[in-house]
């Protein structure tokens, strides 16, 4: 990080353990003076207690915690344990193992409007732990796990991946001892939504599911008056970093976001001035996706870039897949989807984000840090969304994007504060949709994808290299190149396979593509939709290979005959894909490593077609298609 940061929190924990009730305080950058500690004494008399849990989802190479009170990830607790295992958890950790993380913790956040109270309900504030979702009692209270493999211990025929979690919890409860009943930031009484979530998640092992996690929710209004205008967002706090390393892992992450991938098949290049060669058969898809990552990828732990067990060299994203008429956009910006990200600062001097005019200032004097239920409700429903992180030196950021053009409020007026925040700093953000209108009893059914994106970054001295001094951040060209060069291929890949796994593109339609930032409308006949229902279905495993095994003395050798798996026909594509085969080992049925992968060589049969033409022979190799 170019200028190390001027402000730094004083570290912080705190943990008060009864029974099977945990509760506990996260570490460093909070606002030490408003937090609220328990005595023990006071919680002794609560004749019961929520169950808080988590469970890490390590079917795939993404480790990712849930719980059922609202958060994602593990906040660096140690003291809640894997409802899996007992063992540790992890947080967001890619690959899993690795003990390279992506995130300190994420949350739900709901906002809406109830008589003449514009309210929030929380997972986490992420500064000063208000926290306001709890599941019941016992076993109540606890995660349900399913599994839709037959060898795992949570086998079910109700289950839709092969760990789904599923869990159900409140922001009704009332219990002074547990929940603030007086907001400690801005004094006002706390009030809540009266909301049910039934939170699933759900994680595949195949390839194609490995590298995300689907957060499926269903918010139900409880109370006896409508909620109108409600958002729903997912606020995250990345740390990306090596937790193993001894280095602080949250001061230089960033945050940003992407409008559009690209789909379709590829085809004959076109050439225009200016803009040179591209494909008339690819079309942008909107993504619509908010990502973070550490600004160089650590190339000082190790120089092993691609998909590193040594540096944190992915990006970690996330995208909206279903949020009601919210999704609906067409190539400009959704009115529906609000981006914001923010850098929290205890003593005031860094406490600032991209608005735009005329901005919203808390309680501090601060752009940054939303407190209290206004301003909360404010980030959930402004429909900005914000330019990337990588650009906050600027006053005018369209100069590093046209996509953010417009009217924002000017950057930190100390450069030195700026430039820190630019060359990457311990930033938040808040993903979210809305409005709905929610009457007493009514659902509304949320899907969000979080993903990581390997080999994000091209090598390990790109960060270096691009920018020298502070003064590269105000240069306009070397910011573009940086962010050319980072690869989101992986990204943007995952993004599409999540949306595609979520609900099969089974409708073909004519689409009207309008590739940026040339203006030409091209005409894709070829593009396959969704219906709107979901699908949860990924690509099919083809049959199970017959096998034998051999055991001997320290091993055992498996022999497989694949001709049908080889030949099956995918259900999703149509098509005859097989890649390879992957030998996976588990102890208990739900923890599996990888320990030996074959691939299938996509290799085309030629054959030497001698043909002797009177004037000798004449040799020539030949492509032979055989069905």
Same mark, same amino acid.
């Not at 006053?395 to 996509?403: E, G, H, M, Q, T």
């Not at 573009?480 to 992986?490: A, H, I, P, V």
């Not at 009207?512 to 709107?532: E, M, Q, W, Y």
């Given at each position: 990080?170019?200028?190390?940061?001027?402000?730094?929190?004083?570290?912080?924990?705190?943990?008060?353990?009864?029974?099977?009730?945990?509760?506990?305080?996260?570490?460093?950058?909070?606002?030490?003076?408003?937090?609220?500690?328990?005595?023990?004494?006071?919680?002794?008399?609560?004749?019961?207690?929520?169950?808080?849990?988590?469970?890490?989802?390590?079917?795939?190479?993404?480790?990712?915690?849930?719980?059922?009170?609202?958060?994602?990830?593990?906040?660096?607790?140690?003291?809640?344990?894997?409802?899996?295992?007992?063992?540790?958890?992890?947080?967001?950790?890619?690959?899993?193992?690795?003990?390279?993380?992506?995130?300190?913790?994420?949350?739900?956040?709901?906002?809406?409007?109830?008589?003449?109270?514009?309210?929030?309900?929380?997972?986490?504030?992420?500064?000063?732990?208000?926290?306001?979702?709890?599941?019941?009692?016992?076993?109540?209270?606890?995660?349900?796990?399913?599994?839709?493999?037959?060898?795992?211990?949570?086998?079910?025929?109700?289950?839709?991946?092969?760990?789904?979690?599923?869990?159900?919890?409140?922001?009704?409860?009332?219990?002074?001892?547990?929940?603030?009943?007086?907001?400690?930031?801005?004094?006002?009484?706390?009030?809540?939504?009266?909301?049910?979530?039934?939170?699933?998640?759900?994680?595949?092992?195949?390839?194609?599911?490995?590298?995300?996690?689907?957060?499926?929710?269903? =918010?139900?209004?409880?109370? /006896?008056?409508?909620?109108?205008?409600?958002?729903?967002?997912?606020?995250?706090?990345?740390?990306?970093?090596?937790?193993?390393?001894?280095?602080?892992?949250?001061?230089?992450?960033?945050?940003?976001?992407?409008?559009?991938?690209?789909?379709?098949?590829?085809?004959?290049?076109?050439?225009?001035?200016?803009?040179?060669?591209?494909?008339?058969?690819?079309?942008?898809?909107?993504?619509?996706?908010?990502?973070?990552?550490?600004?160089?990828?650590?190339?000082?732990?190790?120089?092993?870039?691609?998909?590193?067990?040594?540096?944190?060299? $992915?990006?970690?994203?996330?995208?909206? @897949?279903?949020?009601?008429?919210?999704?609906?956009?067409?190539?400009?910006?959704?009115?529906?989807?609000?981006?914001?990200?923010?850098?929290?600062?205890?003593?005031?001097?860094? #406490?600032? $984000?991209?608005?735009? =005019?005329?901005?919203?200032?808390?309680?501090?004097?601060?752009?940054?840090?939303?407190?209290?239920?206004?301003?909360?409700?404010?980030?959930?429903?402004?429909?900005?969304?914000?330019?990337?992180?990588?650009?906050?030196?600027?006053?005018?950021? *369209?100069?590093?994007?046209?996509?953010?053009?417009?009217?924002?409020?000017?950057?930190?007026?100390?450069?030195?504060?700026?430039?820190?925040? *630019? #060359?990457?700093?311990?930033?938040?953000?808040?993903?979210?949709?809305?409005?709905?209108?929610?009457?007493?009893?009514?659902?509304?059914?949320?899907?969000?994808?979080?993903?990581?994106?390997?080999?994000?970054?091209?090598?390990?001295?790109?960060?270096?290299?691009?920018?020298?001094?502070?003064?590269?951040? @105000?240069?306009?060209?070397?910011?573009?190149?940086?962010?050319?060069?980072?690869?989101?291929?992986?990204?943007?890949?995952?993004?599409?396979?999540?949306?595609?796994?979520?609900?099969?593109?089974?409708?073909?339609?004519?689409?009207?593509?309008?590739?940026?930032?040339?203006?030409?409308?091209?005409?894709?006949?070829?593009?396959?939709?969704?219906?709107?229902?979901?699908?949860?279905?990924?690509?099919?495993?083809?049959?199970?290979?017959?096998?034998?095994?051999?055991?001997?003395?320290?091993? /055992?050798?498996?022999?497989?005959?694949?001709?049908?798996?080889?030949?099956?026909?995918?259900?999703?594509?149509?098509?005859?894909?097989?890649?390879?085969?992957? =030998?996976?080992?588990?102890?208990?049925?739900?923890?599996?490593?990888?320990? $030996?992968?074959?691939?299938?060589?996509?290799?085309?049969?030629?054959?030497?077609?001698?043909?002797?033409?009177?004037?000798?022979?004449?040799?020539?190799?030949?492509?032979?298609?055989?069905?």
């Amino acid at each position: 990080m170019i200028g190390r940061r001027l402000c730094s929190s004083v570290a912080f924990f705190e943990a008060i353990i009864i029974a099977l009730f945990i509760f506990s305080i996260p570490q460093a950058r909070m606002k030490v003076a408003d937090t609220v500690h328990l005595p023990l004494s006071n919680l002794v008399g609560i004749p019961v207690l929520p169950n808080l849990e988590q469970c890490t989802h390590k079917t795939g190479r993404f480790w990712l915690t849930v719980s059922n009170y609202g958060i994602l990830g593990n906040r660096k607790d140690v003291l809640l344990r894997d409802c899996l295992t007992d063992g540790f958890t992890s947080s967001a950790e890619f690959p899993g193992g690795t003990n390279i993380e992506y995130l300190f913790q994420g949350a739900l956040w709901v906002g809406g409007i109830v008589g003449d109270d514009t309210l929030t309900s929380l997972g986490n504030d992420g500064w000063v732990n208000i926290r306001e979702f709890f599941p019941d009692e016992g076993v109540k209270g606890s995660i349900v796990k399913r599994s839709a493999r037959n060898t795992s211990p949570f086998y079910s025929p109700d289950a839709i991946s092969d760990l789904d979690l599923i869990a159900e919890y409140y922001d009704t409860l009332r219990d002074p001892q547990l929940v603030r009943i007086v907001d400690p930031e801005t004094g006002e009484p706390n009030k809540s939504l009266e909301l049910k979530i039934e939170q699933r998640s759900y994680s595949w092992a195949a390839d194609w599911g490995q590298d995300w996690v689907l957060l499926d929710y269903t =918010i139900t209004n409880m109370g /006896v008056e409508p909620i109108r205008k409600a958002y729903v967002g997912l606020f995250m706090d990345p740390d990306v970093g090596k937790t193993t390393d001894g280095k602080v892992t949250y001061d230089d992450d960033y945050c940003a976001f992407v409008t559009e991938g690209i789909y379709g098949p590829p085809g004959g290049f076109w050439f225009l001035p200016g803009v040179g060669f591209f494909d008339p058969g690819v079309c942008p898809e909107t993504l619509y996706m908010a990502y973070t990552f550490d600004n160089d990828g650590d190339p000082e732990s190790g120089d092993d870039f691609g998909l590193s067990t040594r540096n944190p060299t $992915g990006a970690l994203g996330i995208r909206f @897949l279903r949020a009601g008429e919210a999704l609906r956009s067409s190539f400009t910006f959704p009115a529906r989807i609000s981006f914001n990200w923010w850098i929290p600062d205890e003593f005031g001097f860094m #406490d600032w $984000g991209p608005q735009k =005019i005329p901005g919203f200032k808390n309680i501090y004097g601060g752009r940054g840090h939303p407190i209290g239920d206004a301003m909360r409700y404010y980030y959930l429903s402004n429909r900005e969304i914000d330019y990337d992180q990588i650009a906050s030196a600027f006053s005018n950021p *369209a100069r590093v994007d046209s996509l953010f053009a417009g009217f924002w409020m000017p950057p930190l007026q100390i450069p030195a504060y700026a430039f820190d925040i *630019a #060359d990457g700093a311990d930033c938040r953000f808040l993903l979210s949709a809305g409005p709905f209108d929610l009457d007493p009893g009514a659902s509304l059914p949320v899907t969000l994808a979080i993903f990581v994106g390997p080999r994000f970054h091209p090598y390990a001295g790109h960060f270096a290299e691009t920018f020298r001094t502070t003064g590269d951040f @105000l240069d306009s060209a070397r910011i573009g190149m940086f962010r050319r060069n980072l690869r989101k291929e992986g990204l943007i890949g995952n993004a599409q396979m999540a949306r595609k796994v979520f609900d099969n593109e089974s409708i073909r339609s004519l689409v009207f593509c309008k590739l940026h930032p040339t203006g030409v409308v091209i005409n894709d006949s070829a593009r396959f939709h969704g219906d709107g229902i979901p699908d949860y279905k990924g690509p099919a495993p083809p049959p199970f290979p017959r096998m034998q095994f051999f055991a001997d003395e320290g091993e /055992v050798t498996i022999r497989w005959f694949g001709r049908e798996t080889e030949e099956a026909i995918d259900p999703i594509t149509n098509q005859q894909d097989f890649e390879g085969y992957t =030998i996976q080992m588990s102890p208990d049925g739900i923890n599996y490593t990888t320990i $030996g992968y074959f691939d299938r060589v996509n290799w085309k049969p030629y054959f030497l077609n001698l043909d002797l033409n009177g004037d000798g022979i004449r040799e020539n190799w030949e492509f032979r298609w055989e069905p």
